[in-house]
């Protein structure tokens, strides 16, 4: 039986914060929504907040998970970043990456893109 997309989706959130952690980050929020837009985690390194989209695939047949942001997925990740800088006063140097997770062989691959797109 397969596993629904949402269960799925919120166990490589939660590999991608593990991850994050054993990185030295700290989680700040986990999908963070402003309006309908979602991100998926805000952390935090050596005073930089980092707003963090997670990609997963089971194989690589379609192409690797960090090829799936798309440029409106982008818009609406600068969006709420906004929102949550202006809401909770927050100033500083700030950074969007991207954590990709693949299932290959049986094993999870973690890949992860700091400053992987545009910040304003």
Do not use: C, W
């Amino acid at each position: 039986m397969l596993k629904k997309t949402k269960t799925i989706g919120s166990e490589a959130e939660e590999m991608a914060q593990h991850f994050l952690l054993q990185k030295g980050y700290s989680i700040i929020a986990k999908n963070y929504r402003y309006k309908r837009l979602e991100i998926d985690i805000i952390a935090e390194i050596d005073e930089v907040i980092v707003f963090v989209e997670v990609k997963f695939r089971k194989n690589s047949l379609y192409g690797e998970p960090e090829r799936f942001v798309t440029e409106k997925k982008i818009n609406n990740m600068m969006e709420a970043a906004e929102a949550y800088l202006s809401t909770h006063q927050k100033n500083g140097e700030l950074r969007f990456d991207i954590i990709s997770i693949m299932k290959e062989n049986g094993k999870f691959q973690v890949e992860h893109f700091e400053d992987a797109f545009y910040h304003f």
